[in-house]
């Protein structure tokens, strides 16, 4: 069965940093692409960033050079390194896992973690 657990979310300043990390059991982690998606209140779910099997990672806009998205392989965890916060980012973030290894840019999210909180004031 899969399960996507995350953590290291947290309320910090603007300007500030945290790290979460998704913690992956039940499937073969490293065939799968990941991805991070995050939800704030009164607004739609959207997708932050994305991470292939083979490590290639893209991000929307409005994160792009202050996130940073990355896999361990051999420990099953992903991560997203934030800094330079907004009070924009608050919001909460989901771990995702695909299916679709993502090696051509395509994904297809199908499993979700509960989400971690992010609060930026």
């Known amino acids: 069965h899969v399960q996507l657990v995350e953590s290291g979310g947290g309320s910090v300043q603007p300007g500030g940093s945290l790290t979460l990390s998704c913690v992956a059991s039940g499937y073969i982690f490293s065939r799968y692409g990941m991805g991070w998606y995050r939800q704030a209140p009164g607004k739609e779910r959207e997708l932050v960033s994305t991470?292939?099997?083979?490590?290639?990672?893209s991000y929307r806009s409005s994160v792009k050079g202050r996130f940073t998205i990355s896999r361990d392989n051999a420990e099953n965890t992903l991560y997203l390194q934030m800094n330079s916060l907004k009070t924009e980012d608050t919001a909460v973030y989901y771990c995702?896992?695909?299916?679709?290894?993502?090696?051509?840019?395509?994904?297809?999210?199908?499993?979700w973690g509960q989400g971690t909180q992010v609060t930026v004031s």
């Open positions: 995702a896992a695909s299916r679709i290894s993502g090696s051509d840019g395509r994904y297809s999210f199908t499993y």
């Open positions: 991470i292939s099997s083979d490590g290639t990672t």
